[in-house]
């Protein structure tokens, strides 16, 4: 005669091969031999859990803390299954209760920390995800996600110590190998954030995310045609991602292939019709193909989504200047410059545009303003330079494109317009040398174009 262990044990036999509804049939039959069965009850919580019923686990783990109060186990796994919910602070009143029967619970400091990360408590997370790892050195996981505090506090040596740590003790963590590859990418180290990302490949073939992360690297090295081919592998992974069509877009914009480029952007604005940086992508795209019509509609359907979304302002002044109306585009850079009063390259474009529409000293005005908040920013150094060769104000012309060269010492036109002004003034020797100069760069930029292609 079979009693409520037998058919407890043919539960647990059926839970081990995954066939919940058949276990949780014979956790019944055991619970009706036995009221008090406290294994039984927290087995039948587990397999509802296992199924994704987790108001009737926590039913089960409630029975379970009804028979023996003191079972740690239970407060903790009842507190997983209320984080699953999304009832955070009952989450945290469990896992407290658990660390509380036992100390050195690990599990519950490390899930406790995980709670308090999400609510952005970092303090509180680092204390408990540092007692997780007192309480057991040989988990990885509260290792990878100290790190990232770290890495959330810019301390990223700190971050690389703890993801180093975590790959100790698990060589094939993927999370450790990505997570440092950020690091390491924030830290300016590309080429070994790249082999992170390539390691985090290798583990997880199917990780779009570290397919992403290295596309953007190599977009930002120049790779465009590499970058691309990452985000098409991260697309067919994650076909409904809207941010990874947009990167992919910008990757074939650099490529000059202007019609992959708007096909990847229609397709992000048809997963997302209301998504402002698609629509101010495709408009970008529109115009580099001479759509100016189309791309000032893009721009300003973004608008009317996100009224303070600079870009959006900022690319479609930059269709107006193109298109002469000066006048709009000077208001969509004030516009910019209101949502954003530190942007430099707003300042300059509209002082570019000032200069465009002849008025000098508004033009000058920006210029300053721009030079003012990026000490190194050539443009409007040579722009104001130029408003000051207008004025007739040599020496301080000389001065603003001597400015641009020190920053870029291969500016072609800072040398040839630093040569005519020092023509003007006399000084024919030195003006001779900057020309010379500027025709041997751009004897070398003619050259080396000839080789790439």
């Known amino acids: ?64 803390l009804a028979f023996a109060p003191n079972e740690a186990a239970a407060y903790y796994n009842r507190g997983c299954t209320y984080s699953k919910l999304g009832d ?11 660390i509380e029967l036992d100390p050195k619970y690990a599990k519950a400091y ?50 690389i110590a703890d993801y180093d740590r975590a790959i100790e003790i698990d060589s094939e963590h993927a999370k450790a190998h990505g997570n440092r590859g950020n690091a390491l990418d924030k830290m300016g180290d590309p080429d070994k954030a790249i082999e992170e990302y390539t390691r985090v490949i290798e583990l997880k073939p199917n990780d779009a995310k570290a397919f992403s992360n290295r596309a ?44 992959k480029a708007i096909a990847d952007f229609d397709e992000a604005i048809r997963l997302e019709p209301k998504n402002a940086e698609a629509l101010v992508c495709r408009g970008t795209a529109r115009a580099a193909k001479g759509d100016r019509e189309g791309a000032v509609e893009d721009h300003t359907e973004a608008i009317k989504l996100d009224s303070e979304y600079g870009r959006a302002y900022y690319s479609r002044g930059l269709v107006y200047a193109a298109d002469g109306h000066f006048d709009r585009a000077i208001a969509d850079y004030t516009e910019v410059i209101r949502i954003n009063p530190n942007d430099a390259n707003a300042f300059c474009h509209r002082g570019v545009t000032y200069t465009k529409k002849g ?56 040398y040839q317009s630093r040569g005519l002004a020092l023509e003007k003034r006399g000084d024919v020797q030195r003006a001779k040398g900057d020309i010379a100069r500027a025709k041997k760069l751009t004897a070398a930029k003619n050259a080396t174009a000839e080789t790439a292609v």
């Open 88 to 98: 955070l602070a009952q989450a945290v009143a469990d896992y407290n209760e658990a």
């Open 110 to 159: 490390f899930n406790r920390g995980t709670v308090h990360y999400k609510e952005k408590r970092f303090e509180e997370a680092m204390a408990d995800y540092s007692a997780a790892i007192e309480n057991d050195p040989k988990d990885a996981d509260p290792f990878v996600s100290r790190g990232l505090i770290h890495a959330v506090s810019g301390n990223y040596d700190r971050a």
């Open 216 to 259: 953007i690297i190599y977009f930002r090295m120049g790779s465009y045609g590499r970058a691309v081919t990452d985000y098409t592998e991260a697309i067919r992974l994650n076909p409904k991602n809207v941010k990874t069509y947009c990167s992919r877009g910008v990757a074939y914009t650099k490529r000059h292939e202007t019609d």
């Open 359 to 414: 008025a000098a000293d508004e033009a000058m005005k920006d210029f300053t303003e721009a030079i003012r908040l990026d000490s190194d920013y050539v443009k409007a150094y040579y722009n104001r330079g130029l408003i000051y060769m207008i004025k007739n104000d040599l020496d301080k012309a000389i001065t603003d494109f001597s400015h641009a060269i020190r920053v870029d010492r291969n500016n072609v036109r800072a």
């Open 1 to 64: 005669m079979f009693d409520e262990t037998d058919v407890f044990r043919r539960g647990v036999d059926l839970q081990e091969k995954s066939n919940y509804d058949e276990a949780i049939t014979a956790f019944d039959e055991a619970i009706k031999l036995n009221k008090r069965y406290v294994e039984a009850y927290y087995a039948r919580a587990n397999a509802y859990e296992a199924k994704g019923q987790h108001e009737t686990a926590i039913e089960n783990y409630n029975e379970v």
